[in-house]
C-alpha cells in the first residue's frame, strides 16, 4: 500500500529532529526513531513529510475536537430524553 500527499505534524520537536538527523547514537529513543523511518518509507513514497507544529496550535485543535464531541454528546442526551418523555406520555 503506497500513500501519497501525506503530512504529519507532530509537536515534540525532539522527535521530529531526530526523524531527519542522520546521526546515529545507541539509545533506545534513536532505535525507535529509525525504526519508524523504516515503516514511513515502506508505506509513504512520494510528497510524505514528518513537519513540528507548535502545541499552542494543537491545543486549539484538541480543544475545538472535545467541544465538538462535548456538543454531540449533548444533542444524544437531549434527543433521548425527548424520546424517553415521548413514550411516557403516550
Do not use: P
Not at 533506545?28 to 508505506?43: G, L, M, V, W
Amino acid at each position: 500500500m503506497q500513500i501519497n500527499n501525506v503530512t504529519f505534524e507532530i509537536d515534540s520537536k525532539r522527535v521530529v529532529d531526530s526523524y531527519h538527523s542522520d546521526k546515529r547514537d545507541g539509545s533506545d529513543h534513536k532505535a525507535i526513531i529509525r525504526e519508524c523511518c523504516n515503516t514511513y518509507s515502506a508505506f509513504f513514497t512520494t510528497n510524505a513529510k514528518v513537519e513540528f507544529i507548535r502545541r499552542q496550535v494543537n491545543e486549539v485543535s484538541c480543544s475545538l475536537v472535545r467541544l465538538g464531541w462535548l456538543h454531540l454528546m449533548l444533542v444524544t442526551v437531549f434527543s433521548l430524553v425527548n424520546l424517553i418523555v415521548s413514550k411516557i406520555l403516550v
